[in-house]
Each structure stands twice: as structure tokens, then as C-alpha cells.
């Protein structure tokens, strides 16, 4: 019994035998299902739900069972035993590092933290309430005018030094589009410090000769990266995607994925969480809330995924870290209403039927919240932890020889065949 789908066409009455691989079928040989002179079919699929874009080894996930891997280590693994900055390493290079290769790592990326004093300008430049976001997103982009190198896509060396280049800066661009909004002078790497420790210095150090991060914040900022750092194909890596396949520079594409996690569909998940979590404000709240959601008058943010039919891991790792935050920060008064609602949700026959678990968003913000975030900086936080996955998905990309330029086609339902009629007759 071979792997193949045969399809008959009601229209000519032709059979087609169609190769299954890896679960998939390929949409050229669709394509060569025709009748007469049509064009041959194509396949509709808006948001692409149940269309593979390319082949990747990055990262794997099993929505069933509630299964994320990166390079074949589970997240609950990496979360526990690795280090943000290894994991990036696994991610860009496919394996573990050895001792020397993760210290010539880390000392690359340390010393690459450091940007143009020109980019601080530039920075400088945006209004005093401008998002973090759209700072991000510009200042990624103009990169590329700093390093036109980077153009050089085909020289394995040059693709190196881009992708620990955009690693290093990133925390740095992140700080300052904070530190920005808040009208206080942006504050240097400080190379004496681990990656987010130093990422954690450029947010909040004032007058202080030198600024001593609380181990546990740099742990449970570190974990959050970790569970960031990549997630299959997504939104924001399918534009990284779409746009590295026209062979631009990396940080163009990178720019795309900061785009395209801006939108509230993406990456704003979580502050719609602590929306809701205020507007429930007590645990007494809860059981009126939950019949609303049930009559369709009010919506269960942080709840399900388009992936996930199971817990989210990453949600129980992140349940974790919130402990650790609050041991130094305090509870916030937010987190009993999570635990109530999560504890309700899950036992709800309502919730269970439908396969809606908790997912990362739900406890991520209160987290943020509590080391003193504004939501607009949420997604930042988000970005810097998920760069080291676009860039990974990036070098794949460019790697690929079966890629092409990104080209969906479309179905046309406009006019046809119209004559035009000049405008001093049409205004006559």
C-alpha cells in the first residue's frame, strides 16, 4: 500500500494519484487537476490554518498533547536547565554548544550589545509618547542602513556576525524605547553582566554606580525569553518568512516580525488578560463572569490557542515563575483571581469540551505587571525573547533550496472586462 491520496474529478471523470509525504500533499500537484483550459486548482485556505508554508527542524509541536520542543528539547527542560542565551545558541546552530563554543557565544553577543551613538539619535528622535513598539520596530530596521553588509545573504560568516549583532542589540533597543517614554537618559551595556541581568540595567538604573538585578527577577525574565524564543510558524515568523524570501537583509525581515507581533491578535494577548482580570475584580465575581462567557456577552482572554487542544506548557512553567516574582515583589492582587478562574475553567464541562486551557498569555502579564511594565512594553519583552526563533527560521529560510519568493495566489471577485470612460465624459 503506497502513501497516496487519488482524487477523481466529477467534472472530466480523470483520476489523480497524488504523493503523500510527511502527512502532506503538494499544492503543485493539485495544481495539475485541471478540465479544459482552466488554469488547474488551487487551494483556498485563509490564515493558512491547514497550509505548510516549508520544512523545519527548529521547532516541533504537538497541540494534542501540549508538546513544544526546540530542536528536539522539551521546553520544560530548557526552561529548568538552560539559559536564554543557550537556547538561542541551540536554536541558531541546531545543537548544543560545548563549553568553548557557548563562552566565545556569550562573550560575541556581550560585546555586540553596544549600538551606533547615531541609533541613540535616531531613537531620541521619536515623540515622548511614542509605543515602545513602533520604536522597536523602526530602530530594527534601520539597522540595515547601519550594517549594508548585512545584504549579503550568501556568506555564512556574514550571516553569523548579523544574527549576534540583532541578539545583542535587541535588549538595548528595548530598554531605550522604555526609558524614552519615561523621559529618563538611556543607559549603556554594561558588559560586567549576564545578558539579562545587563538587560534589566539599562531599564532601571538611575543614579547607582553599578545596578545589582534580584537573581530570582533575572531568572524568571531569562525563563520567559526561553519560552518565547520560538513557536512554529506564527504570525510574526511567517512575516519574517514571507519577507526574507524576497532575500532582503535580516533585520528588514526581523523588522516584519516586530509588525506583525505589534497587532493585538499577536502579542498583546496578555494585557488583554489583566484587562479582564480587572474587570472580574474579585474571586466573588467569577461565577457571574463565567455564565457571561457562556451566553457570548463576555470573552475568556488567555484561554485556548490555535495550536494548543491541551494545556499550554509553557502556561505551567510561567505559573512557576510567577511565584518567584512575587516572593520579591509582592502578590499582585490579580494573581488569587487567576488561580480562582483557572481552577473554575478547567472543571467547567463548558471549557473542557471545547479544549480550552490556560495558555502562556494568562500569567505572563501579571509577571510584567509586577516588575513595574507598562502593557506597551509587554510585546517588547516578547520580541527580545522570540528573536533569537526568527532569526533561526530566517537562516533556515535562506538555506532552503525549495523556497521561493513568497506569492500566494488569490481569487479574484472584482469587475471584469470593463470599458473605460474618460472623465470629461464621466463628469460631463
Given amino acids: 500500500m503506497t502513501d497516496s491520496l487519488t482524487v477523481r474529478d466529477n ?16 499544492a503543485a500537484d493539485i495544481g495539475k487537476i ?59 546552530h541546531g545543537s548544543l554548544p560545548t563549553k568553548e563554543e557557548y563562552d566565545a557565544w556569550v562573550h560575541e553577543i556581550t560585546y555586540h550589545t553596544f549600538v551606533h551613538e547615531n541609533v541613540k539619535s535616531f531613537m531620541q528622535g521619536f515623540r515622548y509618547d511614542a509605543h515602545p ?52 537618559p538611556y543607559v ?18 538611575m543614579s547607582e554606580t553599578k545596578y545589582a538585578a534580584d537573581p530570582r527577577i533575572a531568572k524568571a525574565l531569562d525563563v520567559l525569553f526561553i519560552l518565547h524564543a ?7 515568523t511567517n512575516a519574517v518568512r514571507s519577507v526574507g524570501s524576497s532575500q532582503v537583509d535580516p533585520y528588514s525581515a526581523v523588522a516584519a516580525g516586530i509588525a506583525a507581533l505589534y497587532g493585538p491578535l499577536h502579542g498583546g494577548a496578555n494585557e488583554a488578560v489583566l484587562k479582564m482580570l480587572r474587570r472580574i475584580g474579585s474571586k466573588e465575581n467569577i461565577p457571574a463572569f463565567i455564565e457571561g462567557v457562556k451566553a457570548g456577552n463576555e470573552r475568556l482572554m488567555g484561554f485556548g490557542h490555535r495550536v494548543y487542544k491541551n494545556y499550554d506548557p509553557r502556561a505551567k ?10 516572593e520579591v515583589t509582592g502578590v ?4 488569587e483571581v487567576a488561580q480562582e478562574l483557572e481552577k473554575i475553567a478547567l472543571e467547567d464541562e463548558y471549557f473542557v469540551k471545547r479544549k480550552l486551557y490556560p495558555n502562556v498569555d494568562f500569567y505572563s502579564g501579571l509577571i510584567y505587571e ?45 469587475e471584469r472586462t470593463l470599458d473605460f470612460v474618460p472623465a470629461e465624459e464621466r463628469w460631463a
Fill in 332 to 335: 499582585n492582587p490579580l494573581l
Fill in 230 to 236: 520560538d513557536h512554529e510558524q506564527n504570525c510574526s
Fill in 133 to 184: 513598539m513602533g520604536m522597536l520596530m523602526a530602530s530594527v530596521g534601520a539597522l540595515s542602513t547601519f550594517y549594508p553588509d548585512a545584504r549579503n545573504i550568501g556568506d555564512a560568516d556574514n550571516r553569523h556576525i548579523q544574527i549576534v549583532r540583532m541578539i545583542a542589540k535587541m535588549p538595548t533597543l528595548g530598554a531605550w524605547s522604555f526609558r524614552h517614554a519615561q523621559g529618563k
Fill in 317 to 326: 512553567i510561567i505559573k512557576k515563575a510567577c511565584d518567584d516574582v512575587f
Fill in 34 to 92: 485541471k478540465a479544459d483550459d482552466d488554469p488547474g486548482l488551487a487551494v483556498y485556505d485563509p490564515g493558512f490554518v491547514n497550509t505548510a508554508s516549508c520544512r523545519s527542524s527548529v521547532t516541533y509541536i504537538d497541540g494534542e498533547a501540549g508538546i513544544l520542543e526546540y530542536r528536539g528539547y522539551p521546553i520544560e527542560q530548557l526552561a529548568e536547565k538552560s539559559s536564554f542565551l543557550e537556547v538561542a545558541y541551540l536554536l541558531i
Fill in 370 to 414: 509586577a516588575l513595574e511594565f507598562p502593557p506597551e512594553m509587554f510585546t517588547v519583552l516578547f520580541a527580545i525573547g522570540r528573536t533569537p526563533g526568527w532569526l533561526a527560521q530566517w537562516l533556515e529560510l535562506v538555506q532552503d533550496k525549495e523556497q521561493k519568493i513568497a506569492r500566494p495566489k488569490q481569487i479574484y471577485t472584482g
Fill in 188 to 205: 549603556y551595556p554594561d558588559n560586567d553582566l549576564t545578558y539579562t541581568e545587563n538587560f534589566l540595567s539599562m531599564l532601571f538604573k
Fill in 11 to 26: 467534472r472530466t471523470g480523470a483520476e489523480y494519484d497524488i504523493p503523500i509525504t510527511d502527512g502532506t500533499i503538494r
